[in-house]
């Protein structure tokens, strides 16, 4: 069975441009989590979605959004970049939604902003 | 939110060698999972263990729920094993949250 997929794969943009990327989760998982990792702040959640529907969030402003289709693949869209949001950003999907569901992750998007 | 973390920090071993990671929590959570990150950033699923004691390999873990820690057990180590390790508890929030890793480096 594939694994989770997230691309582009890296990605260079400029101050004040958006960004989308994409994820793909692993056939049969229902529930896709994004995470931002960057070397001050470590590993932190984005957002959770489920059955098309945002379940949840972290403390992120207004510029970082997402979504989820029908066939489960999300996509994470950042607005008006900043230097600060270069990072990696990763995605992960697990069966359903639920503490007790494992989560799988992708190989990331490495964001770079210039 | 709770707060994790995790020791030591870093970590430097000859091939062969065995070592501990720890990882303590502040509030109870419903599971835990341990990860692997490679040198490319993808995060590896060692082990998701809310509670007791498993093993794959010459990996284990043991999560203590009631006492908030987990560790994991690195036995014979190899120069594969170089990356970093999360912990990551889970509580009715839903998210994981990520501990600030251990960074190990096995040298040959």
């Known amino acids: 069975k594939a694994g989770v997929t997230q691309t582009p794969r890296y990605l260079i943009k400029t101050r004040g441009q958006q960004v989308t990327l994409s994820c793909s989760p692993i056939s049969g998982h229902r529930s896709v989590s994004w995470y931002q990792q960057t070397p001050g702040q470590g590993l932190q959640f984005l957002f959770e979605y489920f059955s098309e529907t945002q379940r949840n969030k972290g403390n992120f402003p207004g510029r970082f959004s997402g979504r989820q289709f029908s066939n489960s693949r999300s996509e994470m869209n950042v607005s008006t970049l900043e230097l600060g949001d270069s990072a990696l950003y990763l995605c992960?999907?697990?069966?359903?939604?639920?503490?007790?569901?494992?989560?799988?992750f992708g190989p990331g998007t490495r964001l770079t902003v210039t | 939110g709770i707060q994790v973390e995790q020791s030591p920090p870093d970590l430097i071993l000859q091939e062969g060698a065995n070592s501990t990671l720890r990882c303590n929590f502040s509030d109870s959570v419903n599971n835990l999972q341990w990860f692997h990150q490679n040198p490319w950033g993808q995060l590896i699923n060692l082990f998701y263990i809310p509670s007791g004691t498993k093993q794959n390999g010459r990996l284990s873990a043991t999560t203590v729920a009631t006492e908030r820690y987990s560790l994991l057990y690195i036995s014979s180590s190899q120069t594969t094993d170089s990356g970093v390790y999360f912990c990551a508890p889970r509580n009715a929030g839903n998210m994981l949250t990520f501990g600030g890793g251990t960074r190990l480096m096995v040298k040959p």
């Open positions: 992960a999907s697990s069966l359903a939604l639920g503490s007790s569901y494992e989560q799988y």
